[in-house]
């Protein structure tokens, strides 16, 4: 019994101490001053809800929201930004810089042109100025000016209507309701291409389709349009109209559905007229006589001043064109694929048929360097198919050999504006590559006949199929 007591005791003792010992280490922690979270080697659950802390190493919510919407970046942020200050395994994030001034017109053009001068230059050496005469400060007075692209002009025409021309190189807007990010930026690569002598751009109301009649890249050059205005006077608009989707293609060339997209048009651009009218795809039934008839009403309004179409066979284009000239009307212009690595409407007549007419009817040719019509990336360039490399290889090895070392695109280029009447479209959406593709035309780069010939051997024999 006394032994029970005893160990009653002991057991009463050792409960007091090791309460009395926790209650003081508890009193030390308490008192204890709280470290700071940036010394702490191993993540902290605090680090993940501070913004001013982002882990380098397994990244948290936070790093990944900033990489999927990037701040936009001036030429200014980029030179100024400090670097990161390094905390271990951690980082402060800089200071976000004063927002730099807003370039003007004048300085964008500048810009602009500096950087394509500095490129022509670079290409093609002297022959990239042309010496011109000042015929207002006297005949010796000689003026040096940067090349441009070459002009294509278009003869066939509404009766008593001008003549008018179009650049041999047009700016394609099929990826820029995808890949350009707002107006701002449209209007970059706008005024390249206008510095570069691109004035025809290829416009299509499906382009960023996201319902029937309105697209993303039509909005998208309404804005450069409202940004700077004065470039409306230098452009020719080619603008495609009839593809609809909602509730299945079809293709509408309805009166009231043409008179429904020129307004669209016209709001959109803030203009008065469209350049060149076409429809973009032939329709199951081509009612010629509606559409010609329809056609005369806008033109005697001064909303279209001439017309064209696209990817139509030689057999539809006659018969449109036979309606329309019973009203003083004609068709100006056919648009179609035509590429060096695609030529199969070179082969089947189209394009012979269009050039080779008592009037020539300029062909624009789309998928010049081989671009996805559907606005994917480009078959010969990304993933390409066994056939799409060897063409691609074969082109290097040609441009090496035969054209001053010119790149593939860069050849498929020139073999298109080596053809008299044919304008080539471009649809990239970087302002150095359009240049780069671009370069060669300016500086007058052309293949002989038997070169031209060899390529569409080379490319019929090897028989890329086309996008559909």
């Not at 927002?99 to 394509?116: G, N, P």
């Not at 002297?126 to 000042?134: L, S, T």
């Not at 960023?208 to 349009?225: F, I, P, R, V």
């Not at 350049?275 to 329809?294: E, R």
């Amino acid at each position: 019994m006394a032994s029970f007591k005893i160990m009653g005791a002991t057991f009463s003792l050792v409960v007091l101490v090791a309460f009395l010992l926790t209650s003081v280490e508890g009193k030390r922690r308490l008192l204890r001053p709280q470290r700071d979270v940036s010394s702490l080697e191993e993540p902290f659950l605090a680090d993940t809800l501070n913004p001013h802390f982002v882990q380098t190493g397994n990244q948290n919510l936070f790093t990944s929201s900033i990489e999927k919407n990037p701040a936009p970046k001036t030429i200014e942020d980029e030179s100024s930004s400090s670097s990161p200050v390094n905390y271990g395994n951690y980082y402060k994030a800089p200071k976000t810089p004063k927002k730099a001034a807003v370039e003007t017109l004048e300085e964008q053009d500048a810009r602009i042109q500096a950087f394509i001068e500095e490129q022509g230059r670079a290409t093609c050496s002297d022959r990239y100025m042309e010496v011109d005469n000042d015929k207002s400060a006297g005949k010796d007075n000689k003026m040096s000016k940067s090349l441009k692209v070459p002009r294509v002009q278009v003869k066939n025409v509404p009766k008593g209507a001008k003549p008018f021309s179009l650049s041999s190189i047009s700016y394609g807007t099929l990826h820029s309701g995808s890949d350009i990010p707002n107006g701002q930026a449209m209007l970059e690569i706008v005024k390249t291409a206008l510095n570069l002598g691109i004035t025809t751009f290829d416009m299509a109301d499906v382009y960023g389709w996201y319902t029937d009649g309105h697209g993303k890249s039509n909005d998208l050059m309404g804005e450069a349009l409202k940004l700077d205005p004065s470039i409306r006077d230098e452009i020719e608009f080619v603008c495609k109209f009839g593809i609809r989707l909602n509730g299945g293609y079809h293709v509408d060339t309805s009166p009231s559905w043409i008179r429904s997209m020129v307004d669209t048009y016209l709001t959109t651009f803030n203009t008065d007229y469209i350049d060149v009218l076409m429809i973009h795809n032939p329709p199951s039934y081509l009612n010629a006589w509606d559409i010609a008839a329809t056609y005369k009403d806008l033109y005697d309004e001064g909303k279209v001043k001439y017309f064209g179409v696209s990817n139509f066979f030689p057999n539809d284009f006659d018969r449109l064109e036979e309606a329309m000239q019973a009203h003083d009307l004609t068709l100006s212009v056919l648009e179609t694929m035509f590429s060096t690595s695609r030529p199969q409407k070179w082969n089947d007549g189209t394009v012979p048929n269009m050039l080779n007419k008592e009037t020539p009817i300029p062909v624009l040719a789309w998928g010049a360097v081989g671009g996805d019509p559907m606005n994917g990336p480009n078959p010969l360039f990304v993933n390409p198919g066994w056939k799409e490399q060897q063409f691609v290889n074969h082109l290097t090895e040609f441009g090496g050999s035969n054209m001053n070392g010119l790149a593939a695109d860069q050849v498929m280029m020139t073999w298109l504006t080596s053809m008299q009447n044919v304008v080539a479209i471009l649809g990239t959406t970087k302002a150095d590559r359009l240049v780069f593709q671009t370069m060669p035309t300016i500086c007058g780069e052309e293949m002989s006949d038997e070169e031209w010939q060899s390529l569409l051997q080379y490319s019929s024999n090897l028989g890329i199929p086309p996008p559909f």
